[in-house]
């Protein structure tokens, strides 16, 4: 497994995301002590990839969610005060 540093996924995140399609898993390190593994999907969790909706379809049904529900709270001061009351 290859190493990576933070700076270099900052700087050259194309590049490491080509290699990562290509198979190879990589160390993302932060001063010096390992933090991340970025590996390609398996089998399994690719499965679970193919089964998302893109990203438009279910933004439209967030919206068309949000147009047929009324708000519970009449602004963000009401619901910040019920949810600090329930504490």
Not at 29 to 58: H, M, N, Q
Not at 74 to 87: H, I
């Amino acid at each position: 497994m290859s190493i990576v540093t933070a700076k270099q996924l900052k700087q050259k995140t194309g590049e490491i995301i080509k290699r990562v399609r290509s198979g190879e898993r990589l160390t993302v390190t932060y001063r010096g002590k390992a933090v991340a593994v970025i590996a390609p999907p398996e089998g399994k969790k690719t499965e679970a990839l193919k089964e998302l909706r893109s990203f438009d379809e279910a933004w439209r049904d967030i919206e068309q969610t949000l147009k047929t529900t009324k708000p519970g709270f009449k602004g963000w001061r009401e619901a910040t005060e019920w949810m600090r009351s329930r504490t």
